[in-house]
C-alpha cells in the first residue's frame, strides 16, 4: 500500500482558486491510478476526478468539469488537483487515493489519504 500525505486545503471565497497536492511515499507510485475523491458534511465520499498511471488519460466528474483540473509528477511522487472558479458546494473534506484504475467506484483503491479540508465562504 501506498501511504498518501493531502495538502493545500483551507478557506476561501467563491470564485478564488486552490492547488491541493498529494505525495505517496513509495517509488511504486508510477504502477497505481490516482483519483480525488470528496466528503461534504451528511454526505458520501464521491468521485471528484481521476488520472490514468501515465497520466495521459484524465476523469472528471460533471459538476467539475472546466473547473478543475488534475495532474501527475510521477517524478515527485505527487498528484495535484487544480481548483478554480470554486463554489460553495465544492466545500467538502477531499482525499486522494490510489488504485488499479482511475474509477468513480472506490472499491478500486487500495489507499488513501487522510483528507484536507476545503471550504468555500459565498
Known amino acids: 500500500q501506498e501511504q498518501l500525505v493531502e495538502s493545500g486545503g483551507g478557506l476561501v471565497q467563491a470564485g478564488d482558486s486552490l492547488r491541493l497536492s498529494c505525495g505517496a511515499s513509495?517509488?511504486?507510485?508510477?504502477?497505481?491510478?490516482m483519483s480525488w475523491f470528496r466528503q461534504a458534511p451528511g454526505e458520501d465520499r464521491k468521485f471528484v476526478a481521476g488520472?490514468?498511471?501515465?497520466?495521459?488519460?484524465?476523469y472528471y466528474t460533471d459538476s467539475v468539469k472546466g473547473r478543475f483540473t488534475i495532474s501527475r509528477d510521477n517524478a515527485k511522487n505527487t498528484i495535484y488537483l487544480q481548483m478554480n472558479s470554486l463554489k460553495p458546494e465544492d466545500t467538502a473534506v477531499y482525499y486522494c487515493?490510489?488504485?488499479?484504475?482511475?474509477?468513480?467506484?472506490?472499491?478500486?483503491?487500495?489507499?488513501w489519504g487522510q483528507g484536507t479540508q476545503v471550504t468555500v465562504s459565498s
Open positions: 487515493a490510489a488504485g488499479a484504475a482511475p474509477s468513480s467506484a472506490q472499491n478500486f483503491y487500495h489507499s
Open positions: 513509495r517509488h511504486t507510485f508510477s504502477s497505481y491510478a
Open positions: 488520472i490514468s498511471r501515465t497520466g495521459g488519460d484524465t
